[in-house]
């Protein structure tokens, strides 16, 4: 408890940098220069902020008695979608962007184009209703009720799976036992596109974020490939980290606002949404919950091949390659117990 009224004090007073280096998914900001820290922020204000939404389609789901808001049970499923997101626009529009409204709120716009994956409605690729519902069908998840980060990746793999790796012309491949698998992501590069997204999953703890592997996730955010950790606090619900520096963790949190739907890309209506936090929120090492995820976006066999290499000499047993699966799982059968979140 003290882990969270700490949090929320330090993220009462506005960011102001940091006596160290901040690294931002393969960036590195010295932000005790005005200009680094003017950067720093302009780059984390640009990545796509996806919060709870009220009075969307209802839900098509046995037991979600047309739920039409995911506010107190749908942070993961937020959290998820922004990992996509990251990635998605890492690959269409590259790290050196920036959101300006004056081009990317314009018709035809490729920041438009993701956004459409994104909104809260039935037929968009990564919408809730989309998440939720297979959530349903493949694991068991019934709507309304908490999904962790192991969860929300397999959901995420069975959307690509069943059509959007040909539309968006990316595949995924989510290893929700923390066992990365050589085959499976050269199979899917073999077969054509412009790459794919690696979801590794792990529970680092019995309970807490174990200290012990700290320095091996924060080397994360050094890497080029890397597009982000899906988390939570140590008695929140789930945050979207996409930045660090030894103290801290820098995230955006799906909790603050719950908006009406987003229903179009019409720019009136974008506009009107929160779509970029203005500041970062912080969160110290120690009070990292134990379950995360990890976003990778690989573009070649070779671009693999590093990740795996700079992997392995971060911690290789943390971090497991293997050439082959060891045997076929069904799926859902890896889902490590990540439901536990206390829900807000």
């Given at each position: ?159 690509f799976d069943k059509g959007a790796a040909d539309k ?172 536990g979140f206390t829900m807000l």
């Amino acid at each position: 408890m003290f882990k969270r009224v700490w949090q929320v004090i330090k993220n009462l007073f506005p960011f102001s940098g940091s006596s160290s280096v901040i690294m931002m998914l393969g960036r590195e900001y010295q932000t005790t220069d005005e200009d680094e820290l003017a950067e720093f922020q302009e780059d984390f204000s640009s990545r796509l902020w996806l919060t709870y939404r009220h009075s969307f389609s209802p839900i098509n789901a046995s037991g979600s008695k047309g739920l039409s808001r995911d506010d107190g049970w749908g942070c993961m499923v937020r959290v998820a979608q922004m990992a996509l997101a990251q990635s998605l626009v890492a690959l269409r529009l590259g790290r050196d962007w920036r959101y300006s409204e004056e081009r990317d709120l314009s018709v035809g716009s490729v920041y438009l184009e993701i956004l459409s994956h994104f909104l809260d409605v039935p037929t968009a690729t990564f919408s809730v209703q989309s998440l939720v519902e297979l959530g349903e069908q493949v694991l068991h998840k019934q709507a309304g009720t908490w999904f962790g980060p192991s969860s929300a990746a397999l959901v995420a793999q069975e959307i690509f799976d069943k059509g959007a790796a040909d539309k968006l012309g990316v595949s995924c491949a989510t290893f929700a036992d923390g066992l990365i698998v050589r085959s499976v992501v050269l199979d899917k590069l073999k077969k054509g596109g412009e790459g794919v997204i690696v979801l590794w999953c792990r529970k680092l703890g019995p309970e807490d974020f174990n200290m012990i592997y700290k320095d091996a996730i924060q080397k994360l955010f050094a890497l080029p490939q890397f597009q982000g950790l899906a988390s939570g606090g140590p008695t929140t619900a789930a945050y979207f980290f996409v930045a660090c520096n030894d103290a801290e963790l820098f995230y955006l949190d799906p909790h603050v606002h719950t908006q009406p739907a987003l229903t179009s890309t019409e720019i009136e209506e974008v506009k009107q949404s929160y779509l970029h936090t203005p500041r970062p929120l912080r969160l110290q090492w120690n009070s990292l919950n134990a379950s995360v995820c990890g976003a990778f976006l690989v573009r070649s066999a070779e671009d693999f091949e590093k990740l795996c290499e700079d992997l392995t000499a971060t911690d290789d047993t943390l971090f497991e390659i293997l050439d082959r699966p060891l045997e076929l799982q069904a799926l859902g059968e890896a889902v490590d117990t990540d439901d536990g979140f206390t829900m807000l």
